[in-house]
């Protein structure tokens, strides 16, 4: 193991500061990196819930329906959407 940490040691030499710097580096690219991660996950599962719902208000435009039909016909597409994938 000390040989593979060696050449990093013997870059950074008997500097903390330079260690810290490169400790508080990589912690932040970490959290960009999630925090971009869970921005993008949240976006596709928002968009692909509103085309699932928009499927189920455009059936019939001009129709009255309850609000238990369209309800249960909502979670019904849901359901199979998530199926689906």
Do not use: C, H, W
């Not at 050449?7 to 970490?30: E, N, Q």
């Not at 959290?31 to 971009?36: E, P, Q």
């Amino acid at each position: 193991m000390e040989s593979f940490l060696d050449p990093f040691f013997d870059l950074v030499g008997d500097s903390p500061s330079l260690m810290l710097s490169v400790f508080v580096f990589l912690a932040v690219g970490t959290l960009a990196f999630g925090v971009m991660g869970f921005v993008r996950v949240k976006s596709s599962v928002n968009r692909r819930v509103t085309g699932a719902l928009s499927a189920v208000a455009s059936d019939k435009p001009g129709a009255q329906k309850s609000l238990r039909t369209s309800s249960l016909k909502t979670a019904q597409r849901l359901i199979d959407y998530s199926a689906k994938y």
